[in-house]
């Protein structure tokens, strides 16, 4: 990110799930806000060759937000987006006993306040903004200590260094009956040279911009580590996974690498408890 500026990545997924209701009419996700939030059309998400990322940002937060809904009926009330961006989850929160608090960089969440304000949306009650650098600062003084807590944390972790993705789960892991949904990368070198190529050329144009990756995960490496912070339930998709649940797409080989979004769920029971 540019000093003063909002996050450039964060302004294109909000982009691809504009294009997302415009072209598909909103079939995995559907956000009567993200176009408004937006304000400019986002027709550079139109292109054909980008259908991919686009499906892959709705299904990822369909994902998450039926994950969140499944928490908020086992009564969790406190809910921590984490890298928020232009998200509009917490302007059509349907549970008024949910708390949200959006966790950003001071310069991105200034920008959105301003979309906000601009596009005529309300900011609830149940909203509290915390603007927070994950890379300079700590969260751990900054939420209200909760029994439970749902995280959601997309689009951030490939961008995080090792140690910020490490200090931010820890916070996470240290809530007793935690959940966080977030998406991450499979290393370039665990692909085919094609495959391998697309996603170093989108990586080159990320860190172009000044937002590069950082971190990559192999699924079974990440689930060890998981579980080793006490994270007992997981659910992870992959290509294959997402494919057949939302793009009608029951052929792709369950070993195809690529992006994935990862459910982790801390129960509270000890074992043998």
């Known amino acids: 990110m540019e000093t003063g500026q909002p996050s450039r990545t964060a302004f294109s997924a909000a982009r691809y799930r504009a294009a997302h209701q415009l072209i598909e009419g909103g079939s995995i996700f559907s956000d009567p806000l993200a176009v408004p ?37 086992n009564g969790t009330r406190q809910l921590v987006v984490l890298g928020a961006g232009l998200d509009t989850f917490a302007y059509r929160n ?9 966790v950003d960089h001071p310069d991105t969440q200034a920008f959105k306040r301003a979309r906000l ?31 439970s807590a749902f995280f959601l944390w997309l689009g951030v972790v490939p961008y995080l260094s090792r140690a910020g993705y ?6 996470i892991a240290a809530t007793p009956r935690s959940e966080v949904v977030f998406d991450y990368a499979m290393p370039p070198s665990s692909m085919a040279p094609e495959r391998r190529a697309a996603l ?11 937002e590069p990756w950082r971190t ?19 659910t992870d998709l992959g290509p294959a996974e997402l494919a057949a649940r939302w793009f009608g797409r029951p052929d792709v080989p369950r ?5 994935h979004v990862i459910h982790a769920r801390r129960s509270g029971v000890r074992p043998g408890g």
């Open 37 to 73: 939030i937006l304000g400019v059309p986002p027709d550079a998400e139109q292109a054909p060759h980008r259908r991919g990322l686009r499906l892959f940002i709705a299904a990822r937060t369909r994902f998450a937000e039926d994950a969140l809904a499944a928490a908020v009926r």
């Open 94 to 102: 349907p549970w008024p006993e949910l708390r949200v608090f959006e």
């Open 117 to 147: 304000a601009a596009a005529g949306i309300a900011v609830p009650g149940s909203l509290t903004y915390v603007p927070v650098d994950f890379e300079r600062e700590s969260l751990a003084d900054r939420l209200v200590a909760e029994e």
């Open 166 to 171: 490490d200090e931010t789960l820890s916070l």
């Open 200 to 210: 170093e050329a989108r990586a080159a144009r990320v860190a172009s911009i000044g």
């Open 216 to 234: 990559y995960f192999l699924p079974g490496e990440l689930a060890a580590e998981l579980r080793a912070r006490g994270f007992d339930e997981l």
């Open 255 to 259: 070993d195809t690498p690529g992006g």
